[in-house]
């Protein structure tokens, strides 16, 4: 199926664990993106990426890292978790084209750090 | 850094009533987009605005672009409850592909 899926859509790990969350879109959009989104908050940018072995911090990267070797993945790592890092992900992708194109997102990894 | 600030971040009315959504920022954005999410769902697209000044209407929902590019409103007619949901507005800056989502505004519209 065409579309944009996360996975898990549930994980609870231990602090100092290292996770990773895996996205994978079937569009062959050139942009990526993770944010994550916190109670009652808007997205926060993580990491994006414009193409394949092409990514960029966002506004709060720290302590996440990612990869895009191929451009329909783009996994997001959290080497070392935090209880601070507990929060919803969520993985978009976007045509490259100028001009306002839509981002489409997965359903969301709700991750806790216990 | 580029900011977009939303207000306001919580809004509770009765159904019938009008509000507005206001989504700011001191940085020029290539185009903004409206966004709707549900509880447990990523959010999903409303509206798209490309051209200063530009005002777009979706049904009860009227969309608007500011002229220096910087600012947008929502404007919702005679909400209904079916309207309730988190409002995000997201954005791109002149000459990044960096796309940045407003900080939200929760609205709960009461029957």
């Known amino acids: 199926d065409a579309g944009i899926t996360q996975s898990p859509r549930y994980k609870i790990t231990e602090t100092g664990r290292q996770v990773t969350l895996m996205c994978h879109q079937t569009?062959?959009?050139?942009?990526m993106f993770w944010y994550r989104q916190d109670l009652g908050h808007g997205l926060r940018l993580i990491y994006y990426?414009?193409?394949?072995?092409?990514?960029d911090k966002g506004e709060v990267p720290d302590g996440y890292v990612v990869s895009r070797s191929k451009t329909e993945n783009f996994p997001l790592t959290l080497e070392s978790a935090t209880r601070s890092q507990t929060s919803v992900y969520f993985c978009?992708?976007?045509?490259?084209?100028?001009?306002?194109?839509?981002?489409?997102f997965g359903q969301g990894t709700r991750l806790t750090v216990v | 850094t580029q900011l977009l600030e939303q207000s306001p971040q919580f809004l509770s009315i009765q159904e019938g009533e009008n509000l507005t959504v206001y989504c700011n920022s001191s940085?020029?954005?290539?185009?903004l987009q409206w966004y709707r999410q549900e509880p447990g769902e990523g959010p999903v697209l409303l509206v798209t605005?490309?051209?200063?000044?530009e005002v777009k209407k979706l049904k009860r929902l009227t969309f608007q672009f500011g002229d220096a590019r910087k600012d947008s409103s929502l404007h919702i007619t005679a909400a209904q409850p079916g309207d309730t949901g988190l409002y995000l507005c997201?954005?791109?800056?002149?000459?990044?592909?960096?796309?940045?989502f407003g900080t939200g505004t929760r609205l709960k519209v009461l029957a």
């Open positions: 990426s414009a193409a394949a072995d092409i990514t």
């Open positions: 569009w062959s959009h050139s942009y």
């Open positions: 978009a992708s976007k045509e490259g084209a100028k001009g306002g194109t839509e981002a489409f």
């Open positions: 940085s020029v954005f290539s185009s």
């Open positions: 605005v490309v051209t200063g000044g």
């Open positions: 997201a954005g791109e800056g002149s000459g990044t592909y960096k796309y940045i």
